[in-house]
């Protein structure tokens, strides 16, 4: 995600007007001019991401994998559909508390987003295949660099923020302080979080849990996708775009300062 001052560099980079920003993107005139001309400092998040799509370098299109008609794993009806089957099975959705979701039955697996409740079905075999193979290469990984640190894996539930509106299930979260390590949940932002895609998950994963991750201090946030086999990389404490590396690749923890690395291509070879 582009900062304001990186979107400015970059339209004059390109030599955009803000017409044609505003035709790109799809953000109407009027914002696109506030944003560009400092009325507006803090845009809204959908806004931000959708000036960096047309404005960004690397030719990223976050919104490819948000809604795709043409794939066969997800588009915007299947979204349709599962929106429409959530919100009847959970009429209330943006007001549920932790409560509420304490009180569910044991067997009932959900996550709480914003006083949203997202069901949590159970995965498919080759997302726990990388679940498994991911959380051990961490493990090895905190090891090897002298780390005091702890991997665990879903279901593990996260209390981001300090409030009864949230309580997430990252697939797989490190977390270094012990003190916020209680036996229910991890009361806090962990430093680095993991989310392997499934069809329903792709945009509650890429736009919902990016913002409320960056929001709450997470360091370091991977997305790994089985289908496109790549894994997209957030290192929030830099003013960066995120980095796409493929299942090929050896890729870099953020948050241990170049000490340790995770080769996926072994990874991928276990599946």
């Known amino acids: 995600m582009m900062s304001i001052r990186q979107l400015k560099e970059r339209k004059k980079e390109l030599g955009y007007t803000n017409e044609m920003i505003a035709e790109k993107s799809g953000v109407p005139l009027s914002t696109v001019q506030?944003?560009?001309?400092g009325a507006t400092r803090h845009p809204r998040y959908d806004t931000l991401l959708a000036l960096t799509k047309v404005l960004s370098e690397y030719n990223y299109d976050l919104a490819t994998y948000v809604v795709q008609e043409e794939a066969a794993e997800y588009s915007v009806e299947y979204e349709r559909q599962f929106q429409a089957d959530?919100?009847?099975?959970?009429?209330?959705?943006?007001?549920y508390t932790v409560q509420d979701i304490r009180a569910l039955p044991d067997e009932i697996r959900v996550e709480l987003i914003d006083g949203v409740i997202y069901d949590m079905t159970a995965p498919k075999l080759k997302h726990q295949r990388i679940l498994f193979q991911l959380a051990m290469e961490f493990d090895?990984?905190?090891k090897e660099?002298?780390?005091?640190?702890l991997v665990t894996v879903a279901?593990?539930?996260v209390r981001l923020f300090d409030d009864d509106r949230h309580m997430e299930q990252p697939d797989i979260l490190i977390t270094c302080d012990k003190s916020k390590d209680l036996e229910d949940y991890y009361d806090g932002a962990p430093e680095l979080t993991v989310e392997i895609l499934s069809p329903s998950t792709r945009r509650k994963d890429f736009i919902v849990k990016t913002r409320y991750y960056e929001m709450a201090g997470v360091r370091e946030y991977w997305i790994v996708d089985p289908a496109k086999e790549n894994v997209l990389v957030f290192f929030f404490e830099e003013d960066k775009l995120p980095v796409t590396y493929s299942f090929d690749d050896e890729?870099?923890?953020?948050?241990s300062d170049g000490k340790c690395t995770i080769d996926f291509k072994k990874?991928?070879?276990a599946l």
């Open 267 to 269: 990874i991928s070879g």
């Open 34 to 37: 506030k944003v560009f001309c």
């Open 145 to 149: 660099c002298g780390s005091d640190c």
């Open 140 to 142: 090895r990984c905190t």
């Open 155 to 157: 279901p593990r539930d």
């Open 86 to 95: 959530t919100n009847s099975r959970w009429p209330r959705q943006g007001h």
């Open 251 to 255: 890729i870099p923890v953020r948050i």
